[in-house]
């Protein structure tokens, strides 16, 4: 590989033991759910399943790794604006923060948004809490984001357009979008 590889936040969200039922009688395995991040926007997930802990944690991290997103952040610690995800039963509720709140979260969001670089949000959970449920709603969630400079490139418009309150006040008069 040619690429080098920089340092990775490496978290273990959940290892649960499965059984396959068999003529002999059961046959036990584990499967590992982990998040995998750079601290610096770039995020992924993956699950991995062996007969042993430490090998179905090292296939979910290598699988991890291949699968990581990036994510547009706001000064490099907290998200542009609120937002929901749904996954399942599970749907997790997003909000921006000022500095210096850090990260309110549940277990599995937490270990996303510690591996993302995130330093500043404040989250809520509702409906199920199933670690594998929270981890992809949370995904959803962060996906769905947008970066002001990328729908000022798509309006043709200036990023200060978009953002500042008084442009959004006007638009609220006059029934613009």
Known sequence: MSREETAYIEKLVAINRVAKVVKGGKRFSFSALVVVGDGKGRVGYAGGKAREVVDAVKKAFEKAKRLMVRIPMREGRTIHHDVVGNFGAGKVVLRTANAGTGIIAGGAMRAVFEALGVQDVV?????????????????????????????????????????????????RQYGEK
């Open 123 to 171: 989250s809520k959970c509702v409906g199920s809490t199933n670690p594998h449920n929270m981890v992809r709603a949370t995904f959803a969630a962060l996906q769905s984001t947008v970066a002001p400079r990328n729908i000022a490139a798509k309006r043709g418009k200036k990023v200060g357009e978009i953002t500042s309150r008084r442009a959004a006040m006007k638009r």
